[in-house]
Protein backbone atom coordinates (compact mmCIF):
# COMPACT_ATOMS: atom_id res chain seq x y z
CA UNK A 1 0.00 0.00 0.00
CA UNK A 2 2.92 2.26 0.85
CA UNK A 3 4.44 1.69 -2.29
CA UNK A 4 1.50 2.39 -4.56
CA UNK A 5 0.61 5.92 -2.58
CA UNK A 6 4.47 6.59 -3.03
CA UNK A 7 3.85 5.90 -6.62
CA UNK A 8 1.20 7.95 -6.83
CA UNK A 9 2.92 10.68 -4.99
CA UNK A 10 5.99 10.98 -7.62
CA UNK A 11 3.10 10.85 -10.53
CA UNK A 12 1.51 13.41 -9.49
CA UNK A 13 4.93 16.08 -8.31
CA UNK A 14 5.85 15.29 -12.74
CA UNK A 15 2.13 16.10 -13.46
CA UNK A 16 2.91 19.70 -11.54
CA UNK A 17 6.44 20.14 -12.60
CA UNK A 18 5.83 18.98 -16.54
CA UNK A 19 4.13 21.87 -17.94
CA UNK A 20 5.56 24.20 -16.30
CA UNK A 21 9.16 22.70 -17.44
CA UNK A 22 8.03 22.63 -21.00
CA UNK A 23 6.41 25.96 -20.56
CA UNK A 24 9.95 27.95 -20.99
CA UNK A 25 10.58 25.85 -24.31
CA UNK A 26 10.70 27.89 -27.16
CA UNK A 27 9.45 25.14 -30.02
CA UNK A 28 11.95 23.53 -32.03
CA UNK A 29 9.45 24.38 -35.50
CA UNK A 30 8.53 27.59 -34.90
CA UNK A 31 4.57 28.27 -35.47
CA UNK A 32 5.05 30.45 -39.22
CA UNK A 33 6.76 27.28 -40.81
CA UNK A 34 4.11 25.28 -38.99
CA UNK A 35 1.05 27.63 -40.94
CA UNK A 36 3.14 28.13 -43.92
CA UNK A 37 3.52 23.66 -44.02
CA UNK A 38 -0.60 23.56 -43.33
CA UNK A 39 -1.34 26.63 -45.84
CA UNK A 40 0.36 24.36 -48.37
CA UNK A 41 -0.92 21.25 -47.88
CA UNK A 42 -4.45 23.11 -47.94
CA UNK A 43 -3.13 24.07 -51.06
CA UNK A 44 -2.39 20.95 -52.64
CA UNK A 45 -5.82 19.69 -51.36
CA UNK A 46 -7.65 22.65 -53.63
CA UNK A 47 -10.16 23.40 -51.09
CA UNK A 48 -10.67 26.90 -51.31
CA UNK A 49 -13.25 27.24 -48.82
CA UNK A 50 -11.15 25.54 -45.92
CA UNK A 51 -8.82 27.49 -43.78
CA UNK A 52 -7.01 27.22 -40.63
CA UNK A 53 -9.40 27.22 -38.02
CA UNK A 54 -6.93 27.11 -35.25
CA UNK A 55 -3.24 26.29 -33.55
CA UNK A 56 -2.46 24.61 -30.82
CA UNK A 57 1.43 23.47 -29.31
CA UNK A 58 0.15 20.10 -27.47
CA UNK A 59 2.32 17.27 -25.41
CA UNK A 60 1.81 14.14 -27.25
CA UNK A 61 1.06 12.37 -23.99
CA UNK A 62 0.78 13.43 -20.58
CA UNK A 63 4.12 12.36 -19.45
CA UNK A 64 5.65 12.83 -22.79
CA UNK A 65 8.04 15.71 -23.34
CA UNK A 66 7.46 15.65 -26.99
CA UNK A 67 5.20 17.93 -28.49
CA UNK A 68 3.38 19.08 -31.37
CA UNK A 69 1.58 21.45 -33.07
CA UNK A 70 -1.88 20.44 -33.74
CA UNK A 71 -3.58 22.35 -36.68
CA UNK A 72 -7.44 21.93 -37.22
CA UNK A 73 -9.41 23.16 -40.38
CA UNK A 74 -12.74 25.17 -40.48
CA UNK A 75 -14.56 21.74 -41.56
CA UNK A 76 -14.11 18.23 -42.38
CA UNK A 77 -11.95 16.95 -45.63
CA UNK A 78 -12.20 13.75 -47.51
CA UNK A 79 -10.19 11.34 -46.14
CA UNK A 80 -8.75 8.31 -48.27
CA UNK A 81 -9.99 5.92 -46.01
CA UNK A 82 -13.46 5.01 -46.53
CA UNK A 83 -15.99 6.71 -43.77
CA UNK A 84 -13.50 9.06 -42.30
CA UNK A 85 -13.36 12.56 -42.22
CA UNK A 86 -9.62 14.74 -42.02
CA UNK A 87 -10.27 17.36 -39.21
CA UNK A 88 -6.51 18.96 -39.27
CA UNK A 89 -3.19 18.06 -39.36
CA UNK A 90 -0.21 16.87 -36.66
CA UNK A 91 2.94 18.43 -37.22
CA UNK A 92 6.24 17.34 -35.27
CA UNK A 93 9.07 19.51 -34.46
CA UNK A 94 11.20 17.89 -36.87
CA UNK A 95 8.36 18.98 -39.41
CA UNK A 96 6.68 15.89 -40.45
CA UNK A 97 3.42 16.24 -41.18
CA UNK A 98 0.62 13.72 -40.75
CA UNK A 99 -2.84 14.14 -41.34
CA UNK A 100 -5.66 13.61 -38.50
CA UNK A 101 -8.63 11.56 -39.40
CA UNK A 102 -11.86 10.63 -37.59
Given at each position: M?????????A?S???V?????A????E??????????Q??L???NE???Y?E??????SS?F?AK??W??????PLTA?????R?????????????????
Amino acid sequence: MKKHLLLLAVAASLLAVAPAALADRVPEYPIQDALNLAQKVLAERNEPNVYIESIVLTRSSVFSAKRHWFITWSRPLTAQTANTREVGLSISMDGRAARVVK
